[in-house]
């Protein structure tokens, strides 16, 4: 951690720092991220879906043309694209 930021006590300082660090992971790691976010969803779907009474939605709540481009292209291939 940098010396400069150990000794801060400032909620708000603390939060940009944090914010700062998520974006570079973002921008360094995105699809890796996306990629593993999606596949845990799925898991977690599947998961929901084996529980009695219960039944997650799926593609027919999904409007093709309101999805993100990004959503469209790793739901068609069932992952994220690079």
């Known amino acids: 951690m940098s010396p ?3 000794s ?4 708000s300082s603390l939060v940009y720092g944090t914010l700062d660090g998520w974006r570079r992971q973002m921008v360094e790691q995105e699809y890796d991220l ?12 599947s998961a929901v879906g084996d529980l009695p009474g ?3 939605m799926g593609r027919e709540v999904v409007h093709a ?5 990004c959503a469209r ?7 994220a694209t690079r």
């Not at 801060?8 to 909620?11: F, G, L, W």
């Not at 043309?65 to 481009?69: K, N, S």
């Open 4 to 6: 400069r930021f150990s």
């Open 8 to 11: 801060v006590t400032s909620a």
């Open 34 to 45: 996306l990629d593993a976010a999606l596949h845990r969803a799925e898991h977690i779907r």
């Open 54 to 56: 219960l039944r997650p």
């Open 65 to 69: 043309e309101r999805a993100a481009p």
């Open 73 to 79: 292209s790793a739901s068609a291939s069932g992952r």
